[in-house]
């Protein structure tokens, strides 16, 4: 079950079960203690050890005095958080996830880690006034239809009402995530035969043409919204990835039941009934349909057939046509080098208010899957601009993150901020209030002598991240989350690579609709523009005074590993293109031989790029280790470790000793 339902585990470890050999043991040969004393010595080199404590700063690189293990910047939020004076103003509705939740079933956690105090806290004072968590259904409440369902359900509501509680607290309140009904394995149809819809793989749909599936949704969130009234409510997902209802992955034809009606008919059903349960339980609660997976030609009629009391949300970025190196295409989602919003969501919410429906946008302020290992990206004026966008909409609430992007930012606050036009900048026109803003964060993160700096530094970074290449294929399977701790190949691996999970070499999916030689200048134009912001980050954190030096160092250091990334993306598109043209790969009919000098050349190309890697794997490595946020996300935990990055070096060292 953990496979399946912690946010497409199965999928991000490829969808297989690796064959693992037998280990054994054996005395080591002469031969390999001669190579483990080689390896030691390269590593001595590679990685001398580290300063003592409290050595002194060298202010020419990015060392601080403190090692960090993983997961130390769990301290940030064990101290002890006291309740804001008074609740934060009422403003639009913004809601984030947990930068630390886990995500598959954390209310089973009676000790609610996953949403310490300290952090509700930094939440609130940033304008936050809501998170949301996973959770499926037949976990959360006992049913008369389902006898197996809702084993463990005293638990997590238990757990439920005291994290909602210790929410109220600092204004924010709880959503739950709701992806349902939730396919279950066929074998539980043999005694519901009458209830199965279509099938995937070795899953079925719960038919909702039947009454019991509707009862049961209804009842079931009826049982959770009594039991917790003061629960903020939920948000609906009824197109996603996972099979649920019939019509979820537009195969209603397939079921008897369901094949004369309309999919738009079955979206808005579901979202009916969720809305019957949680509003039995809990009048004030708010219900949010989300429109993720809906097909352009159903979302009319299923935005008319919602009830009035539901509020729509669409991922604002959604269908803004792009264009990056001379290649046209659309935006999905997750994009911030794409300033929303695009045509899909202004249409759904022209709709959704001739309605009278309230409208939600769902955005990504910190970072996306365009680049997640690091907790916020140093693009402030996309961010801005989009804050701006949405205001002037007149949107209703934004969903600020998915799993990834719930860190306690300066991007989160200059989002809010603008949204809910500050009082600072409330009559100043879009571009004043934008500057009044950026201005304000930059001095007090930089200080007077060093916020100048800043300011140009955000806006160059936000410049070259609009050259990023964006697309699904890139998002997903491109190795940029990973960086230079993705290992290279001397020969195609042969491996495809998986959803944020693993790389290999897969560099034909990697790249989606870009060539390859596009794919590649793209990345190394956002990292040579990222290299010349950091100039400018560089020097704001050497003016900044005293008291904010340190937290002006972990900037440049988050915006240095941000930097390391795109530009080993870019090395590892470049290593593989020149590895097979040195083979003769791709093999092109009547294609000459390569001549000695075209050799050389080639050869001369891969070390230079092996050397690359090598120091940015050791770079990232020491940022690594003096900042614990780098690489690590809520749903993936660590893209890479310590280890991994000396396992790089090794690797790099290894084929340039090979060639």
């Known amino acids: 079950q953990a496979l399946r339902e912690d946010d497409f585990l199965y999928i991000k470890l490829g969808s297989l079960k690796p064959q693992c050999e037998r280990l ?49 910047f769990l301290d940030e939020f064990a101290r002890p958080a006291l309740p804001p004076k008074g609740l934060p103003p009422k403003s639009k509705l913004s809601f984030i996830y947990s930068y630390v939740a886990l995500y598959g079933d954390p209310l ?41 369902f809702g084993k463990g359900h005293e638990t997590r509501l238990k757990n439920l009402a005291a994290l909602v509680q210790r929410g109220k607290k600092y204004g924010i309140q709880f959503y739950l995530y709701l992806n349902e009904p939730r396919a279950m394995p066929r074998e539980f149809f043999k005694a519901h035969a009458d209830l199965a819809g279509v099938s995937e793989t070795d899953l ?29 409510g939920v948000f609906t997902i009824t197109a996603s990835e996972n099979l649920t209802h019939c019509a979820s992955h537009h195969q209603q034809s397939r079921c008897p039941r369901c094949k004369d009606r309309k999919p738009a008919e079955i979206l808005a059903q579901v979202n009916s009934a969720i809305e019957r349960g949680v509003h039995r339980g809990s009048k004030s609660a708010a219900v949010i349909a989300w429109d993720w997976g809906w097909l352009d030609a159903d979302a009319p009629a299923a935005i008319a057939a919602l009830p009035p009391s539901v509020s729509l949300m669409s991922v604002s970025e959604w269908s803004l046509p792009i264009e990056r190196g001379g290649i046209k295409s659309t935006v999905g989602e997750y994009s911030i080098s794409s300033v929303g919003p695009g045509p899909r969501a202004s249409r759904h919410w022209e709709l959704a208010r001739a309605r009278g429906l309230s409208t939600i946008a769902k955005i990504q302020a910190n970072n996306t899957w365009e680049l997640s290992a690091i907790p916020y990206l140093p693009t402030l004026d996309l961010v801005a601009d989009h804050a701006i966008n949405l205001s002037q909409r007149k949107i209703d609430g934004v969903m600020l993150s998915w799993s990834l992007g719930g860190y306690p930012s300066p991007n989160l606050e200059l989002f809010t901020r603008l949204l809910n036009a500050s009082p600072a900048a409330a009559d100043a026109p879009p571009s004043a209030a ?50 230079p701790s993705n290992l290279l190949f001397a020969k195609p691996s042969g491996y495809l690579s998986t959803m944020v999970g693993f790389p290999y070499d897969d560099l034909a999916h990697w790249r989606g609709p870009y060539p390859a030689d596009i794919f590649t200048a793209q990345f190394q134009k956002v990292a040579e523009g990222f290299a010349a912001a950091e100039v400018e980050l560089q020097t704001a954190a050497s003016l900044a005074p005293p008291n904010l030096a340190p937290e002006a160092r972990r900037q440049l250091g988050l915006a240095r590993a941000a930097r390391i990334h795109f530009q080993s993306t870019a090395n590892q598109a470049q290593y593989i293109q020149t590895r097979d043209l040195l083979a003769g790969r791709p093999a092109t009919a009547g294609a000459p031989a390569l001549t000695p000098a075209k050799r050389q050349g080639l050869q001369a190309e891969l070390r230079r790029i092996l050397q690359s890697e090598s120091t940015l794997a050791a770079e990232l490595n ?38």
């Open 24 to 72: 054994l043991w054996h005395d080591p040969t002469p031969e390999e203690q001669a190579r483990a004393a080689a390896i030691k010595a390269l590593m001595a080199k590679q990685f001398p050890p580290d300063p003592p404590p409290g050595a002194a700063h060298n202010p020419a690189d990015h060392r601080v005095d403190k090692l960090e293990p993983p997961r130390a």
């Open 204 to 232: 079925t749909a719960f038919c909702t043409s039947q009454p019991p599936v509707e009862r049961w949704l209804e009842d079931s969130l009826a049982h959770v919204f009594t039991t917790v009234p003061d629960l903020g």
């Open 434 to 483: 934008k500057e009044i803003v950026l201005n304000d964060l930059a001095t007090r993160f930089f200080g007077e002598a060093g916020a100048p700096h800043a300011r140009k530094a955000w806006s160059l970074y936000s410049a070259a991240f609009t050259q990023f290449p964006y697309n699904g294929a890139v998002l997903y399977r491109a190795p940029q989350q990973f960086g």
């Open 622 to 659: 020491l940022l690594q280790r003096r900042d614990s946020r780098i690489g690590f996300e809520a749903s993936n935990h660590y893209y890479y470790l310590s280890q991994d990055l000396q396992e790089k070096v090794l690797n790099c060292q290894y084929l340039i000793q090979s060639q």
């Open 108 to 148: 089973m956690d009676s000790s609610l880690d996953s949403y310490p105090e300290a952090l509700l806290a930094r939440y609130a004072s940033l304008g936050i006034n809501g998170l949301w968590l996973h959770v499926v259904l037949r976990d959360m409440a006992p049913s008369a239809e389902f006898p197996e």
